[in-house]
């Protein structure tokens, strides 16, 4: 069974970076077939695709959010991350990382979600 | 404002059955598969249906989906008071982005 693991800091100041990590268990990310992406849902809000890495390192981001984004894969640890730089109140959001049927079959796996606060 | 349509609310009695609509273009939903959500509270949303109107292993067949054009429905029969959650619907745009409804919030009454 496929397990994916949220973990970094809660608590984020405005303007600095956003740094998250998602582990993976039960499953290599490095098996392809699969886009691994982040998803954040602000309080009370609907879902919001922040975009998605493949195993090579192939990355697509959505552009709304694009020029603040890096998503990277460390296929040693089985792991892959986000960084959302300068981060503002809006940013503020309970963050999913899960794993992306390849030929749009949907996110079949999801993380708990850590919930990221952006406050001085 | 979310790219997919859905109503913000729907109820019904327990036993009764609920659909759920969720509307987009033919840039979206119109040539691709969609896939449904549910997230009931406090908790990861969880993939309910795939491709349209496939169910994952374990999702009781009182869940069902459909899409006709540019819109999708997802069915839920025999309502149980455990189904009060939010659902999603999803797809991805024509520019290869993830897009999904504004959710839904499911009252069984």
């Known amino acids: 069974q496929v397990q994916l693991q949220e973990s970094g800091p809660g608590l984020v100041k405005p303007s600095q970076t956003l740094s998250l990590t998602c582990t993976v268990s039960?499953?290599?990310?490095?098996?392809?077939?699969?886009?691994w992406s982040w998803i954040r849902q602000h309080p009370g809000k609907g879902l919001e695709w922040i975009g998605y890495?493949?195993?090579?390192?192939?990355?697509y981001y959505n552009p709304s959010l694009k020029s603040r984004v890096t998503i990277s894969v460390d296929t040693s640890k089985n792991q892959f991350s986000l960084k959302l730089s300068s981060v503002t109140a809006a940013d503020t959001a309970v963050y999913y990382c899960?794993?992306?049927?390849?030929?749009?079959?949907?996110?079949?796996?999801w993380g708990q979600g850590t919930l990221v606060t952006v406050s001085s | 404002q979310s790219v997919l349509t859905q109503p913000p609310s729907v109820s019904a009695a327990p036993g009764q059955k609920v659909t759920i609509s969720c509307s987009g273009s033919?840039?979206?939903?119109?040539?691709?598969?969609v896939s449904w959500y549910q997230q009931l509270p406090g908790t990861a949303p969880k993939l309910l249906i795939y491709?349209?109107?496939k169910r994952p292993s374990g999702i009781p067949d009182r869940f069902s989906g459909s899409k006709s054009g540019t819109s999708a429905t997802l069915g839920i029969t025999g309502l149980q008071t455990g189904d009060e959650a939010d659902y999603y619907c999803?797809?991805?745009?024509?520019?290869?982005?993830?897009?999904f409804g504004g959710g839904t919030k499911l009252t069984v009454l």
């Open positions: 899960a794993r992306d049927q390849q030929g749009g079959s949907g996110f079949d796996y």
């Open positions: 039960g499953g290599s990310i490095s098996s392809g077939g699969y886009y």
């Open positions: 890495i493949y195993y090579s390192g192939s990355t």
């Open positions: 033919s840039s979206n939903i119109g040539n691709n598969y």
């Open positions: 491709d349209n109107n």
């Open positions: 999803g797809t991805w745009d024509s520019s290869l982005r993830r897009v």
